[in-house]
């Protein structure tokens, strides 16, 4: 009895000893996590990586060349941009936590501080870049020539709907006099075009590419109505700042440096963007260098009374509920007190993009 405890032990013994060898394999090398080639960066060391998601419109044009400037690179970090076609689907990932960072409306951003998700505003994306377009053949003149007539909005919760809201009511208008529907930006100009609506309201390239058309007319610049208008930010979840700061400054950086390349390189970055965007270089280039003021990527970085107007706008047309603090609200440590032109290599640029 006690010989064949003994061999049944041994026989334990062995076979634990040979599924180890089986598992680590000791007479190989061990691969270490910077040699793996999923991991490596072209430089051949580890980098970090993050996906950021954005619209294809011009106020997250920094986006697109955040993600191509650190694919050209060889240090720091690795963006991915990744296009989306509505806000919902951007604000369901980062509530799940799919996404750590991405493009919202500022509206939008104020409202999930205010249902308690943890994101911050850490820059902004533009400054102008939105108009009110109407059908060609419409005489409108103002928004009172407009009554009882259905605008498209990206959002409820978007700049677009705010400054829309009161500038009716500085108009004389009743909230109720214009009626309005939210629609994704790249289907705008195809509801105008087939008079599903008389107007929208929302960012380029969709207000240019109805003029271009033939099928719209600007009716007012956003920057006519709000000097050096806002409507999109930055925002980076809680976990990502408190986690990975220096994967955050190098976004924030990556951002507003890459705004201030576009706003000296603008025909490159339309050139640039439109494999991101899935637009004509064309119809970029003619948003860019036609009108450069029609869209700026400079002064990104809000003051307290820029937010706190709208802000204040939303709680008066009740899209918010309750005041956010600013400081709750927004995060402005990663953003670089000297704002240098990002390193853009287009001499290495194929337009060979998957965002």
Known sequence: MQNRTVRWTVGVIAAIVLLALLRFKPWQKQIGHEDETIHRGSGGMARQSLMVAFIPVTCH?????????????????????????EFPSI?????????????????LAMKLREQGVPVK??????????QIMIRKDDPARSLADL?????????????????FRKVMEEQGLKPDDIKFLVIPPPDMPTSLAAKAVDGFFVAEPFCAKSEIDGTGRVLYYGKDLWPH???????????LIKEQPAVVKDLVR???????????????????????????????????????????????????????????????????????????LMDRDFIPAEVHPAKVDMAQFTGDVHP
């Open 91 to 107: 604000v369901e990932s980062l509530k799940s936590k799919k996404l750590l960072a991405g493009f919202l409306t500022v509206p």
């Open 61 to 85: 044009l920094t986006c697109p060349i955040t993600d191509y400037a650190s694919k050209t690179s060889t240090s720091g970090t690795r963006f991915d941009a990744q296009r989306f076609t």
């Open 147 to 163: 009554k009882g007539k259905t605008i498209a909005i990206p959002s409820y919760l978007s700049n677009e709907n705010f400054v």
């Open 121 to 130: 505003i850490c820059c902004l994306g533009h400054r102008d870049g939105s």
């Open 254 to 328: 990556g951002i507003v440096e890459s705004g201030e390349w576009a706003e000296t390189n603008r025909a490159n970055a339309a050139k640039l963007v439109a494999p991101y965007f899935r637009q004509d270089t064309k119809l970029l280039d003619h948003i860019l260098t036609a009108n450069p003021p029609r869209v700026s990527y400079r002064m990104l970085n809000p003051t307290d009374a820029e937010m706190q107007k709208v802000m204040d706008i939303g709680l008066q047309i009740g899209q918010l509920k309750k005041k956010t603090p600013i400081a709750e």
């Open 229 to 239: 208008y806002i409507s999109c930010c930055l925002v980076v979840h809680e976990d």
